[in-house]
């Protein structure tokens, strides 16, 4: 128990390493470039859009950020491969990868605002081969860490594993959400933070994120898109929610910027919808499926996410409610002691108990934090136990990590062990 407790204690620190003085790494990626256009407006394409705010970002942190390296997947036009963007990330031990990019839809249709993908559940299984692979999973040799290939027959490192993998789900997801609240912030059309499996995210072995940054298809997009205050805005509203980022990691209160907020467009009827709509009624917005990864339909546009919601409780106020069937006692008396789950889900909006992800899964309990449902299944004594229901669960969430209670609040896979011991 003691050595798997260093174990998941260093991997803790790999994590959190800026706040005990270490250089933070970020990779910035602008998307595409050189024959690679990408989506293609009236007069501007995509490359030159993500390039332009990725390098005003990137002067920003490395201005006002001295214990922040800046590395760029690509500084010029150039075409550089998925895989390789994410093999400059590894190679440079990058704390965080924020990959760049702008929207589209089809021809006569438009539609507005930027979202922010993290790294989906599906991901696990190349994310696993990435890390292992690498080498970053921390053994102790002598009483010094060590970093060494993966073992798959070390209980060890098979926890280490699952902690590692739970943490930086959490942070791409936590980045995403201080990326979009920014965006909201500056007036952008609001359209939430999603899960995405695309291949620049899955083969980092740190946490990662891919935003949008808008329509290059949608007339007065573009032009807010190609114009100075517009980029600018754009990289201040990444700078910020990157100094809220780390600013939640290590508690400390580093300082925005202003937004110098560039008017953003407002949705106007959809061209297309407008010629086939009767005027008494307004035409939808149309929403763009996202690139290389099959999603649900798209939705009607809505307003920013934040004025939707109805007030959240804090953090502190955690709800931890099962879906299906009701809890009984037993399961009421576990919310006062360390208990261990399963985590199956998360969404930006309550997922209801028929819905057909958690077909078959016999108990699930919800937690809201960070302005996330999280759902999760099981309960036991041990994480151990946990790792033995969330293999059993690999075929139908293969991105299912453990997750720690104590008295019913989330805590660190870390805190819930050492609370055993006491």
């Known amino acids: 128990m003691k050595r798997i407790l260093l174990v998941i204690a ?38 030159d859009i993500n390039l332009s705010v990725a390098l005003a970002f990137g002067k920003l942190v490395e201005q006002k950020c001295r214990d922040v390296k800046v590395v760029y997947t690509r500084t010029t ?3 550089i491969t998925l895989q390789g963007r994410a093999d400059i990330a590894n190679a440079a031990h990058a704390d965080l990868f924020i990959s760049i990019h702008t929207n589209s839809v ?3 249709r438009w539609a507005y605002g930027s979202e922010t993908y993290a790294l989906g559940k599906n991901s696990l299984g190349t994310n696993y081969s990435v890390v292992t692979s690498l080498g970053r999973v921390t053994a102790i040799k002598g009483g010094k860490a060590k970093q060494e290939a993966y073992n798959s027959g070390s209980a060890e490192s098979a926890i280490a594993f699952d902690l590692l993998h739970a943490e930086g789900l959490e942070q791409g997801a936590l980045l995403a959400q201080c990326i979009q609240r920014w965006y ?27 935003t949008e940054l808008g329509f290059v298809s949608t007339p007065d997009e573009e032009e807010y898109l190609t114009s100075k205050g517009g980029v600018q805005t754009l990289a201040n509203c990444l700078y910020n929610g990157f100094i809220d980022y780390r600013n939640a990691l290590d508690h400390q209160q580093r300082k925005h910027i202003d937004l110098n907020a560039a008017p953003s467009p407002r949705p106007r009827p959809n061209p297309t919808a407008q010629q086939n709509t009767p005027p008494q009624t307004p035409p939808a917005q149309t929403t763009q499926q996202p690139r290389q990864q099959q999603q649900a339909p798209a939705q009607t546009q809505q307003p920013p ?6 007030p959240a409780r804090s953090q502190q106020q955690q709800r931890q409610t099962p879906q299906q069937p009701r809890q009984n006692n037993r399961q009421q008396a576990a919310r006062h002691k360390v208990c261990f789950r399963v985590q199956i889900l998360s969404s930006s909006r309550e997922i209801s108990s028929g819905d057909a992800r958690l077909k078959g899964v016999a108990t699930v309990y919800c937690y809201q934090e960070g302005g996330m449902f999280k759902y999760t299944t099981g309960e036991f004594d041990t994480a151990a136990a946990a790792r033995k229901h969330k293999d059993s669960l690999a075929d139908k969430f293969p991105g299912a990590f453990i997750v720690a209670f104590i008295d019913g609040k989330r805590v660190s896979v870390q805190e819930a062990q050492e609370a055993l011991k006491q």
């Open 305 to 310: 996410r934040q004025q939707q919601q109805a």
């Open 10 to 47: 260093l991997l803790v620190a790999t994590l959190t390493a800026a706040a005990k003085g270490k250089t933070f790494v970020l990779c910035i990626d602008p998307g595409h470039g050189g024959h690679d256009a990408g989506a293609v407006g009236q007069k501007a394409k995509e490359k």
């Open 184 to 210: 909201a912030k500056a007036g952008r059309v609001d359209k939430g933070v999603k899960e995405g499996v695309w291949l620049v995210l899955r083969r980092t072995a740190m946490p990662a994120v891919l």
């Open 106 to 108: 089809p021809d006569g």
């Open 77 to 79: 036009d150039v075409f």
